[in-house]
T-cell receptor
Framework: AQSVTQLGSHVSVSEGALVLLRCNYS??????LFWYVQYPNQGLQLLLK??????LVKGINGFEAEFKKSETSFHLTKPSAHMSDAAEYFC?????????????FGSGTRLSIRP | EAQVTQNPRYLITVTGKKLTVTCSQN?????MSWYRQDPGLGLRQIYY???????DKGDVPEGYKVSRKEKRNFPLILESPSPNQTSLYFC???FGTGDGYTFGSGTRLTVV
């Protein structure tokens, strides 16, 4: 079975500062891992995904995430926050590629950017 | 444009009045799913479908029904809505869950 835990329901950083959103997963098989972003009144948009290729994954809008098997983590980072990054971010895990598998989402982290 | 289309975007209804939220995708995806989003709980899966006429329960299926008669459509049916089904609902589709989902824009449902 898979599960995902996002540490911190709300993170606030200053514009230009480093963004770090934490995600730890549990999976009995090699996982597929995802980060999604949700802007107000919109659906979820895929930021990036890990599918057992490179452990450092680059996504859209300057975000990246590193898969660390030993720590069962998949933290999301961005070197310099922009006001437009304010949104809710969800980490998700899937146990396999097959269509019979489920994607499990974390409870989300709301990112605020201070001017 | 590749997309998942949900209708309606907003719906206010009364307890017990049957309703259907439609979902359609134009990407020929096999896998479709319904989630509900509630504050502090993230997204919880209601039902999913692996192909036409193949559906299965997710984590919170009580009070909901689905059907998958065509590959592109996956409607969510609330036979007798109750106030605890007030939520934001998302439909999503994928070729396979290793690809991640494409989400619709959501349906905000209020049951009074």
């Amino acid at each position: 079975a898979q599960s995902v835990t996002q540490l911190g329901s709300h993170v606030s950083v200053s514009e230009g500062a480093l963004v770090l959103l934490r995600c730890n997963y549990s999976s009995s098989v090699p996982p597929y891992l995802f980060w999604y972003v949700q802007y107000p009144n919109q659906g979820l948009q895929l930021l990036l995904k890990y599918t057992s290729a490179a452990t450092l994954v680059k996504g859209i809008n300057g975000f990246e995430a590193e898969f660390k098997k030993s720590e069962t983590s998949f933290h999301l980072t961005k070197p310099s926050a922009h006001m437009s990054d304010a949104a809710e971010y969800f980490c998700a895990v899937s146990g396999s590629y097959s269509s019979a598998s489920k994607i499990i989402f974390g409870s989300g982290t709301r990112l605020s950017i201070r001017p | 444009e590749a997309q998942v289309t949900q209708n309606p975007r907003y719906l206010i209804t009364v307890t017990g009045k049957k309703l259907t939220v439609t979902c359609s995708q134009n990407m020929n995806h096999e896998y479709m799913s319904w989630y509900r989003q509630d504050p502090g709980l993230g997204l919880r899966q209601i039902y999913y479908s692996m192909n036409v006429e193949v559906t299965d329960k997710g984590d919170v299926p009580e009070g909901y029904k689905v059907s998958r008669k065509e590959k592109r459509n996956f409607p969510l049916i609330l036979e007798s809505p109750s106030p605890n089904q007030t939520s934001l609902y998302f439909c999503a589709s994928s070729f396979g869950t290793g690809d991640g989902y494409t989400f619709g824009s959501g349906t905000r449902l209020t049951v009074v």
